[in-house]
Nanobody, 117 residues
Framework: QVLLVESGGGLVQPGGSLRLSCAVS????????MGWYRQAPGKRRELIAR???????NVEDSVKGRFTISRDNAKNTVYLQMNNLNPDDTAVYYC???????????WGQGTQVTVSS
């Protein structure tokens, strides 16, 4: 059973934009803080942004002002809007659900984002 499915990755030129989507199983979405992480080649997976069930957000300084996280509770979907992309943003982006009850993490399969001219 696939619980989190990311989409929206791809190849974009520097300065461009992408919006990632993560469709989440309803049984998980309603009890989870949602997050986006990324992992570049040879680097550790890092947190990009989180959003609570009530919509409070936290965005890491490295992408603040360029990336925005949001969630649509009616669609069980979380989004990551990425603007003014640069080559350093190239990575596999992962959707994460952390249960507020068990603190268990559930991960999506990842979507590749490549920023290149």
């Amino acid at each position: 059973q696939v619980l989190l499915v990311e989409s929206g990755g791809g190849l974009v030129q520097p300065g461009g934009s992408l919006r990632l989507s993560c469709a989440v199983s309803s049984s998980i979405f309603s009890i989870s803080t949602m997050g986006w992480y990324r992992q570049a080649p040879g680097k550790r997976r890092e947190l990009i942004a989180r959003i609570t069930r009530s919509g409070e957000t936290n965005v890491e300084d490295s992408v603040k002002g360029r990336f925005t996280i949001s969630r649509d509770n009616a669609k069980n979907t979380v989004y990551l809007q990425m603007n003014n992309l640069n080559p350093d943003d190239t990575a596999v982006y992962y959707c994460n659900a952390r249960s507020v009850i068990s603190l268990r993490d559930t991960w999506g399969q990842g979507t590749q984002v490549t920023v290149s001219s």
